[in-house]
């Protein structure tokens, strides 16, 4: 049987083809790429072999291949299994979801790094997505594409979404923080358990699920200090009490300003009770959020200037760092292994300068016993 698999030309064209026999037909087939002398070299490195191999099997080889969706599935099952945050699982299945909808499902071997592009053309034009969400949305995706490199899927020899040309990044508006009034007006305007949640964000800096994830037994008052070890998924209205707080660190200690406990009112005894009390929340965590939020604006009359919720911790670390607590201090409470992410936040950090060492003194020179009385009413 002939096996001779040669790389040609179609007239017109500037794509690469294929051309071998397959059960005594002739059959040309394109591989997508380019008519380069580093094209052709990779062809027949790469290609050509599989190919090969794969007539031996008595295997059309551009014609069999799993579908994109077999991959993508390989792609969630591993995040389960390597143990990836809940978080991350979440996302990945969103961005399959994702490019199913765009691309449709075929066999992985027939899609092209021009289609990638149009897909990422669509998200950017009609959906208004940041070059950051289409990252997400593109990881699980270019993920699929490794796996079937890696299981040697005949016919895909290059991840088409990693070659794709992505739009030019735009340089971020930093989100503004609030002040310190700002802040004490959004808490007094706040009912019930919003109210706690934002006394707990804006004077820890934690993470809104951390937040969430907090237990009367994680609560060490005398010392000051909130024991992080779980979070609420507030993407979710399921929980998982398993999930790590981030990827550094499963646990730690956050230092947090005396000031709070009197601000929180009472507190649950029981040690697994949480803290902000979630029975009535019958929407994913991040709805109930930004709801309250937008009402908590509303009735402080401040401008949300495009601040999200995210801005409590960017203004606990702005208004921290403005009033010289000790950035060692503000990474450890932000959940930050180092001062990298501060640093490039706020820019270069002066450590002999800092010195405020409690959170406590920052916040109650500033806040005069009438106010904090106001709050805690």
Not at 65 to 71: E, G, I, N
Not at 141 to 159: P, Y
Not at 223 to 249: D, G, M, P, R, V
């Amino acid at each position: 049987m002939n096996y001779n698999v040669t790389i040609v030309k179609k007239p017109g064209s500037n794509r690469l083809y294929t051309s071998y026999q397959f059960n005594g037909k002739p059959v040309v087939r394109s591989t997508g790429l380019p008519d380069t002398s580093v094209n052709r070299a990779h062809i027949n490195k790469f290609i050509i072999p599989k190919y090969i191999a794969a007539l031996v099997e008595g295997r059309d080889p551009t014609a069999v291949a799993r579908k994109l969706s077999y991959y993508l599935d390989k792609v969630l099952e591993n995040s389960k299994n390597r143990g990836k945050s809940y978080s991350t699982q979440a996302t990945y299945a969103s961005g399959a979801k994702k490019a199913l909808e765009l691309l449709g499902d075929r066999p992985i071997n027939t899609y092209k790094t021009c289609e990638i592009e149009k897909m990422i053309d669509s998200m950017v034009s009609k959906r208004k997505n940041s070059q950051k969400t289409i990252s997400t949305y593109l990881a699980p995706l270019s993920l699929a594409f490794d796996e079937a490199i890696k299981n040697e899927e005949v016919g895909v020899d290059r991840n088409p979404v990693t070659l794709a040309t992505r739009p030019k990044r735009e340089k971020e508006e930093k989100m503004k923080p609030f002040t310190l009034a700002e802040v004490m007006n959004m808490i007094h305007a706040a009912p019930g358990e919003f109210k706690k949640f934002l006394i707990l964000a804006f004077f820890t800096g934690i993470r809104h699920g951390e937040v969430l994830g907090i237990q009367r037994g994680d609560l060490d008052i005398e010392n000051n200090i909130i024991s992080i070890n779980k979070q609420f998924n507030i993407t979710y209205s399921q929980e998982n009490a398993k999930l790590k707080t981030h990827k550094n660190k499963s646990q730690y200690d956050s230092k947090v300003p005396s000031i709070i406990w009197g601000l929180l009112g009472e507190l649950p005894t029981v040690p697994n009770a949480n803290v902000i009390d979630r029975t009535n929340m019958k929407k994913a965590k991040r709805d109930w959020i930004r709801e309250e939020w937008g009402k908590a604006l509303f009735e402080a009359g401040i401008k949300a200037e495009g601040r999200t919720p995210y801005v409590t911790r960017h203004t606990f670390v702005s208004i921290a760092l403005s009033t010289k607590v000790n950035p060692l201090l503000v990474t450890n409470n932000t959940g930050h292994t180092d001062l990298k992410m501060i640093e490039k936040a706020y820019g270069t950090l002066d450590l002999q300068k800092e010195d405020f060492e409690d959170l406590s003194d920052m916040i109650q020179k500033q806040i005069s016993a009438q106010d904090a009385g106001k709050l805690a009413s």
